[in-house]
């Protein structure tokens, strides 16, 4: 970087690529309101699988799948600043290790998550630390080259044995436990539903403690957090691991939802999906990730339907609108329209 | 020792194209901050309409420089029309724009000239340029022409009134605005002359990797991580590592046992992120000092 530094102390505290507009707290909507929009929400979400066609039952787990993987994408970089492209990387070796464990070793496949979570927990800390030297663009190709090396690695004839080769791994499919009237695309629906909750939940209380606002500061001004006594190398490395950790719990629910991994599943364009899914849904939004899930999943079939030759050039007009239209991304859009209604009260 | 330095030479005639994408990549990134993830996509469409214009009975060099020139315009286009308007957007919101860009182009080209491989013509023949085989004519040629287009970047930045011009508006963009250089578009006119470097670099390696849509994939990372490697703030290191990585990546397919030929771009890249740890802003990057 050539460039000056930036005259005025103002401007380089948004240094970090990161939109700070959006990542302004939720208090647009009063409580009351917040509170009935949560319950219409899991009302509609408990209903959707006895309503819905099983396949389609499917595809609503996946986006939830991809949305725990973009919260924790989110946790690194919306609210730490850290940009990664690789974490199609995390979600694999959350998979492969549900996978394993279930096939090899005839483990149940909840205790897989936590396990998966763990795995990856360890890899993304120990990530963390050549992670700690680079900054923006170059962290973003550190990872790029993470997710670009992962399939790869899990083709190489040394590992066969484990990851099956290119063959990948067949998953059982789960039936429903308890003798609970589910069929077992609408039980990994609600398992999904419970994890994803139960992940938004803690992510949520994460950024409103004190390590969450040290995460902020740090992506803010790596500097002024310093010089108020914050660990940047425990916070950032700890954060990387966290982010891992919830990628990799998706990735595992993946694995067990979608009954088979295969190297082929875990390519950059996976990471990139997670990417975008991130910025459409908002930087920095918890909630975001959820409409980012629901992107990743719908909007490349959209696409297709649409034109099955030029289905990428859609996607990508899709993409280039989006941009256009809400530049801070739907959690964004959703909190303008809301501050927009509340002024309008006034 | 022969099959070494044949690699080695090998290895820079690939290194001579990645040194290419890599100035493309760090002209655009001295512009915006951001690498281009569609600057390969940009090459690969451009080498298409190359072909097109062969197709169309165009001699070889006819068509290279007319397709020179339309990458130029073109890639003064995208900015104006798709960058111009997000100049104050996040980052993150440029990221995704380029991964838009790629979609775009990507699937444009196979829709256009769908996703059979073809042959391109080369100018150089194919034969061994000297007698004992060492290097084909066509990777002299590759070496060759990239060192030319290099060396009048050089001259053209380094002695001319515009090029000097677009360099003050890529290292202090206000200040530049404030002694009259219309900043705007002097970014534009780096973002057509990093598509002509495209150009270039796609026809030069079209003949080894046959043109189809996805051929830049790979090219691309390597280009990114010689420019990565060089330092982004660099051109000339940016160039050198495109050499570099070339002639690493050919040797650690030759010669590293077993994994080598599977996993040549993960070593590749791995060996990038052990750089970038240790130096994190490229070899030759200037490092970043920041007032508070």
């Known amino acids: 970087m050539q460039k000056e530094a930036t005259p005025t102390p103002e401007l380089q505290a948004v240094a970090p690529a990161v939109d700070l507009d959006s990542v302004a707290h939720d208090a647009v909507l009063p409580i009351a309101w917040r509170r009935v929009a949560i319950a219409v929400a899991l009302t509609v979400a408990l209903a959707l699988p006895f309503v819905l066609k099983s396949f389609l039952v499917f595809q609503l787990t996946m986006a939830m799948v991809y949305a725990m993987a973009i919260l924790g994408l989110n946790l690194l970089t919306g609210f730490n600043g850290q940009l990664s492209l690789g974490h199609s990387a995390f979600f694999a070796v959350g998979a492969y290790t549900a996978a394993i464990m279930i096939e090899n070793f005839g483990i149940d496949y909840y205790w897989t998550l936590p396990a998966a979570g763990l795995i990856c927990f360890a890899f993304g800390f120990l990530f963390g630390f050549p992670a700690l030297r680079l900054e923006g663009v170059y962290l973003a190709l550190a990872t790029f080259a993470l997710a670009i090396a992962m399939p790869p690695l899990l083709k190489a004839t040394p590992l066969e044995p484990w990851t099956g080769g290119v063959q990948g791994i067949l998953v059982t499919k789960p039936d429903a436990p308890f003798d609970l009237p589910l069929t077992s695309d609408q039980w990994l629906y609600f398992l999904s539903l419970g994890v994803g909750l139960l992940l938004a939940v803690a992510a949520a209380n994460l950024v409103n403690s004190r390590s969450g606002r040290a995460m902020m500061a740090i992506r803010d001004n790596p500097i002024a957090a310093r010089a108020m006594g914050i660990d940047i190398s425990f916070y950032k490395t700890i954060t990387f691991g966290v982010s891992a950790f919830y990628t990799g719990v998706a990735g595992a629910l993946s694995a067990v939802v979608v009954n088979f991994v295969a190297p082929d599943s875990f390519t950059f364009v996976l990471a990139v999906g997670l990417f975008v899914g991130l910025v459409v849904g908002g930087v920095g939004s918890i909630t975001g990730a959820l409409f980012g899930g629901l992107f990743v999943l719908f909007v490349p079939n959209f696409a297709e339907q649409i034109s099955k030759g030029l289905a990428g050039a859609v996607y990508g007009i899709i993409l280039l609108l989006l941009i256009y239209a809400m530049p801070s991304g739907a959690a964004g859009l959703v909190r303008l329209i809301a501050h927009k209604l509340a002024a309008r009260r006034r | ?292």
């Open chain 2, 1 to 292: 020792m022969e099959l070494f330095l044949h690699q080695v030479i090998a290895g820079l005639a690939t290194g001579a194209i990645y040194a290419c994408m890599a100035l493309a990549i760090v002209m655009i990134y001295q512009a915006i901050d951001t690498l281009n993830f569609a600057q390969g996509e940009m090459a690969m469409f451009s080498t298409f309409v190359g072909w097109q214009m062969m197709q169309w009975g165009l001699p070889y060099w006819g068509a290279f420089l007319a397709t020179i020139a339309v990458s130029f315009v073109a890639g003064v286009a995208i900015e104006r029309v798709v960058f111009n308007p997000l100049r104050d957007a996040p980052v993150l919101s440029h990221l995704v724009v380029f991964i838009a860009l790629f979609a775009i182009l990507n699937s444009a080209a196979g829709f256009i000239w769908d996703f059979t491989i073809k042959p391109f013509p080369t100018p150089f023949g194919t034969h061994p340029l000297f007698g004992n085989g060492l290097i084909s004519a066509h990777d002299a040629g590759m070496i060759a022409v990239s060192l030319i287009m290099l060396a009048l970047l050089y001259v053209f930045f380094r002695y001319t009134r515009i090029g000097l011009a677009m360099r003050a508006a890529a290292s202090n963009p206000d200040s530049a605005r404030l002694v009259g250089i219309r900043v705007g578009w002097m970014i534009a006119l780096g973002w057509g002359m990093a598509a002509s470097l495209g150009a270039v670099a796609g026809m030069l390696i079209a003949p080894v990797v046959f043109l189809e849509p996805n051929m830049m994939l790979s090219i691309l990372l390597y280009g990114f991580a010689g420019a990565v490697l060089g330092g982004l703030s660099n051109p000339a290191g940016a160039v050198l590592g495109g050499f570099v990585v070339g002639v690493i990546e050919n040797l650690a397919g030759t010669f590293i046992p077993y994994v080598g030929r599977e996993l040549k771009l993960p070593i590749a890249l791995a060996l990038i992120v052990a750089v970038l740890s240790i130096s994190p802003r490229g070899l030759f990057g200037t490092r970043l000092v920041t007032r508070v």
